[in-house]
């Protein structure tokens, strides 16, 4: 308790001298000060990273916005408790929040570590993939299955299914010489995009997995990332399911394995090195029986 309240005394008077400095604002991502919000907006559009750019952009992209705010301050800051800018720069809230809820992680959650941030990102403006459809329905001997509610489940939430998971490591070494020669990573690293996506016709490979993960006519895209890259922009809302991982294997705060599956709301960092299978459908069975 004393050394609390000693803590607590120097942390006031830290405050009350950064107050009385010029600063006024502070950068979340480096904490560097800044004597008006003017001068932070500079900051941040200089700085080339996609968490910089990312704190710019309340205005036109909120969702990024919230994404990368979060990813400099620590898990407890939401949309909704987040002061409006450029409040939420000032020095004393960032002092107060900064970090805050990463202490308190159970292990219930423990595989929501703090946002993975990269040294560099590419950030592929338009980035779009090429997506395939259907031809008839998939998940046919699924008709008993629970339908995943998507609306109760959040953005980067787990679809766990031990079942399916394990279903689709089985089927992996099938299909793993295909996937490598279908998404061939470039040998020149200078004219590498960071994804990779095929260029021939993927439906019939992947079918086993698709029976797996939903039932009906879906529409699904197959990308490599040889790069840390923000995800695609036209299939940004989606199932994530992991058919190889390759170095740290983060889809943005979620450390992921394979096989396994997770509900990405909107753009997020994909890192380096993941194969994903993203799947849009009618009726999500994967994780459908969670509780
Ligand atoms: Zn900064």
């Given at each position: 308790m004393h050394v609390e309240l000693k803590n607590q005394r120097q942390l006031n008077t830290l405050v009350k001298v950064l107050e009385e400095s010029k600063f006024r604002f502070l950068c979340p991502k480096c904490l560097r000060g800044f004597s008006t919000s003017t001068l932070l907006y500079r900051h941040f559009r200089q700085k080339m990273d996609l968490i910089h750019q990312g704190l710019d952009s309340s205005r036109h992209d909120f969702d990024l916005f919230i994404y990368c705010y979060q990813a400099c301050m620590g898990p407890s800051i939401t949309a909704t408790n987040i002061p409006s800018v450029p409040r939420c720069f000032e020095i004393s809230y960032i002092i107060q929040h900064h970090g805050?809820?990463?202490e308190s992680l159970d292990s219930q959650n423990s595989d929501h570590v703090q946002?993975?941030?990269?040294?560099?990102y590419?950030?592929?403006r338009n980035f779009v993939v090429p997506v395939y459809y259907d031809v008839q329905p998939r998940g046919y001997n699924q008709k008993n299955a629970t339908i995943l509610s998507q609306r109760?489940?959040?953005?980067?939430q787990k679809l766990h299914d031990e079942d399916v998971e394990a279903r689709i490591r089985a089927l992996l070494p099938e299909v793993e010489n295909w996937l490598s020669g279908t998404l061939r990573l470039p040998k020149d690293i200078s004219h590498d995009p960071g994804n990779i996506t095929p260029s021939v016709d993927v439906d019939r490979q992947l079918v086993p997995v698709r029976d797996l993960l939903y039932r009906g006519y879906g529409s699904f895209a197959l990308i490599r990332t040889s790069r840390d890259v923000l995800s695609p922009?036209?299939?940004?809302?989606a199932v994530y399911t992991v058919l190889k991982v390759d170095g740290p294997g983060f889809i943005?705060?979620?450390?992921?394995?394979?096989?396994e599956?997770?509900?990405?709301?909107?753009?997020v960092i994909l890192t380096?090195?993941?194969?994903?299978l993203i799947s849009v459908s009618p009726a999500v069975v994967v994780g459908g029986g969670m509780t």
């Open positions: 805050e809820g990463t946002a993975y941030i990269p040294k560099s590419t950030v592929l109760r489940v959040r953005h980067l922009q036209n299939i940004s809302k943005g705060t979620q450390k992921v394995a394979v096989g599956s997770i509900l990405v709301k909107n753009q380096a090195g993941l194969i994903l």
